[in-house]
């Protein structure tokens, strides 16, 4: 719930604000005399539908020249659009994405409903995988799992970074060399495929051997791991997988799959009393496996970095960690695969003494050191004190620039150019860790700042550069902000960000929860037009919402696009009232209203299904079109004849007796004017 304190209501604390107020004097006659610009897009924000408790258009109330646009299909039947509160507490699709945004602005999700215009085949609300881009005349929605086969649950995994292809988990056999998955089981023959577009969908996990155990899966469904353009992925097994290269089988374990033929490689000795015998850990973007062993009788740890997935050979091996069991354990792989974070006990860096308590390293995997085997390890947390037992790796920057990890002094930024740590703040609970791209902005929820008015867990911006932190928004204690996501699992099991923060630092979007009242939740943007001028706090999730609008993610140095689910229709393309479907308010955004209402037998989206090609062990699917009326149209060159008049006909008519005989002539024109001549009621006197 809102408060209407000053700190509320601007973003800043109180202690700032008579600093702020000579600027504010300053600035506030040329501010009062100058008109606010019209936005480049407001035409476009006017042609959204009227929302019934403001009286005015959707998108009017946007800030930042914001508008709403329609991203999932404008029909599905009834069906809701993106699933997100399915299968919750089911062992099917643990660790599917619901709802992903690639590099390339691509939007990702799962739905049971086969809307017509996306190449979707009719299932009977099976799950299918569905993407969707932004064209110059909307959001364009494909079917990216429209297979003309039994039908059959599919889920996202992963999904590249140019949008292309897809990494899903299904029981539905795609492939020849998909094996023992009868389709009346559904928690038994799931297998891993990478689908891409116009071609044959390629099968990860090489089936199940004939002999598995009924009701085991050929892989853990909880961490499948990918590189950026899913040319490589990596899994742990838990039973026997068909015969690798040459003709050998294996044992459960950790695998490596890359798209050179399909071909799959068995990373771990099958000896060992541990089954499966390992862990995966990571893919790196050359295809390099990160796994754990687990082979001893105990957990041991300790951490390696395999060869290219290209390579396939066990033999070339890098140990990441040190010696010591339960001693490390794995964070993340930064973006372009030159370093991975790790937290050890163990003494990693030798310009360091951690005695014997957790540090973060950052360990070099650039080919040289790799090749040596002797990577090197550098302790980042070591730079802000790590003295004690509370250090932890809290995540990084979307480029990698910025890694940040807590300690019982703080929380703190690495910049990996410099080599530097900087505590962004003394707050020790800081959680929901969301940075910017660039990494040089930081929010988070914390309950241990001075500006805090409440005592309750806030939204705060930190600062790289040494500013003091800025309180972003303040509540009562029922208030909860989101920044976070809690619907579906992130890349490695971990949450993906759903909140966001400008590379500038001036907008930060986030979602707060009413848990007391019961109201829906709603979609905040915290915003300032310049340095030093107080923020402002919008709802940009729609005003008067009776279904409370979840956030799904932003995208965009700038926060551009900021997703959310939504109930009611805001723009003339939505068709689905009352049916949750992927809204998109984007800067400078909106498409003009359709000229005509939408109906079943047409959809606005701009372009047609392109059916993909598929093996021959699969139909094609198949495009249901309504039947086209009977053809009545004609070439212009070949337009039909005016009609004659009987006159007209009658002059041919005698003109053709020319041509006969001269004694068949009078019987000629007798016919003609017979059939063609003036016709009345009583023969008139004088008629020849």
């Known amino acids: 719930m809102r408060t209407s304190l000053p700190s509320r209501a601007y973003g800043f604390p109180l202690a700032l604000l008579p600093i702020l107020a000579g600027a504010l004097f300053a600035l506030a006659l040329p501010t009062a005399l100058l008109a606010a610009e019209p936005c480049p897009n407001e035409q476009l924000r006017a042609e959204s539908l009227v929302n019934p408790a403001t009286g005015e258009p959707y998108s009017a109330q946007l800030p930042g020249c914001r508008a709403y646009e329609l991203v999932s299909p404008p029909e599905t039947g009834g069906v809701p659009v993106p699933v997100l509160h399915t299968l919750e507490n089911t ?105 891409s577009e116009n071609a044959p969908p390629q099968l990860v996990t090489r089936g199940e051997l004939p002999n598995a155990t009924p009701g085991q899966n050929a892989f853990q469904r909880e961490a499948p791991f990918a590189n950026a353009e899913l040319s490589a992925v990596g899994f742990t097994s838990l ?120 540090s973060v390293y950052a360990v070099s995997m650039t080919t040289g050191a790799f090749a040596q085997g002797l990577p090197a390890a550098t302790c980042i947390s070591c730079l802000g004190g790590s003295d004690d037992e509370r250090v932890r790796y809290v995540g ?58 409440h005592g309750t867990a806030d939204v705060y911006e930190f600062f790289t550069g040494g500013h003091a932190p800025l309180l972003i928004t303040s509540g009562t204690s029922a208030d909860e902000y989101v920044l976070v996501g809690r619907r579906g699992g992130g890349r490695g099991g971990e949450d993906l960000p759903v909140g966001g923060v400008s590379d500038d630092g001036q ?17 905040e943007e915290w915003a300032t037009g310049q340095t030093g001028v107080p923020g402002q706090t919008t709802q940009i999730s729609p005003a008067g919402a009776t279904y409370a609008d979840k956030l799904l993610g932003t995208s965009g140095g700038e926060l551009e696009n900021v997703f959310f689910e939504a109930h009611q229709p805001m723009v003339g393309q939505d068709l689905n009232a009352g049916t949750g479907d992927i809204y998109d308010a984007r800067i400078d955004g909106g498409f003009p209203a359709p000229a005509v209402p939408a109906n079943d037998n047409q959809t606005p989206n701009p372009t047609g299904p392109t059916a993909p090609t598929y093996t021959t062990s699969l139909t094609p699917p198949g495009i249901s079109l309504a039947p ?41 024109k007798a016919q003609a004017r017979k059939k063609y001549g003036t016709r009345t009621k009583t023969p008139t006197k004088g008629a020849k």
């Not at 041991?300 to 001693?327: P, R």
């Open 91 to 195: 062992s099917f699709g643990q660790g599917m994405k619901r709802f992903l945004v690639s590099e390339d602005g691509s939007v990702f999700f799962i739905s049971g409903a086969a809307p017509a215009g996306t190449g979707a085949i009719e299932q009977g609300e099976y799950l299918g995988v569905f993407r969707s881009r932004r064209t110059g005349f909307g959001w364009d929605t494909r079917d990216m799992t429209a297979f003309g086969v039994v039908p059959g649950d599919s889920v996202l995994k992963e999904a590249s970074a140019n949008g292309s292809r897809i990494l899903i988990e299904t029981p539905l056999t795609l492939s020849s060399a998909d094996l023992d998955n009868p389709a009346e089981y559904i928690d038994r023959g799931m297998d891993l495929y990478v689908v």
């Open 239 to 358: 039973v026997s997988l068909q015969s690798l290269e040459g003709g050998a089988s294996s044992s459960a374990g950790c695998y490596i799959w890359a798209n050179v033929e399909s071909r799959l490689a068995y990373l771990t000795n099958p000896e060992g009393p541990r089954s499966p015998n390992c862990t995966f850990l990571a893919v790196a973007p050359d295809g390099r496996a990160i796994i754990e062993d687990t082979s001893g009788d105990f957990r041991t740890g300790l951490i390696f970095a395999s060869a290219g997935a290209g390579e396939f050979t066990a033999n070339y091996t890098v140990q990441l960690s040190g010696g010591t069991e339960h001693a490390a354990s794995f964070d993340a792989l930064s973006p372009g695969g030159q370093i991975a974070y790790i937290t050890s006990t163990d003494k990693l860096d030798p310009g360091y003494e951690n005695a014997g308590k957790p």
């Open 396 to 453: 990084q920057s979307a480029d990698g620039s910025h890694v940040y990890f807590s300690t019982g002094q703080g929380l703190w930024s690495w910049d990996e150019q410099t080599g530097k740590a900087i505590k962004l703040t003394e707050a020790t609970d800081v959680s929901q860790v969301v940075s910017s791209q660039n990494g040089q902005f930081v929010i988070g929820v914390t309950s241990q700042l001075a500006g805090n008015l």
């Open 507 to 523: 907008r930060v979007v986030y979602e707060q929860l009413d848990p007391v009242s019961g109201a829906p939740s709603t979609i």
């Open 628 to 668: 086209l009326p009977p053809d009545t149209s004609h070439p212009a060159s070949a337009s039909k004849a005016k009609a004659l008049t009987r006159a007209q006909k009658l002059a041919k008519a005698l003109e053709a007796c020319k041509k006969q005989p001269r004694k068949k002539r009078a019987a000629c």
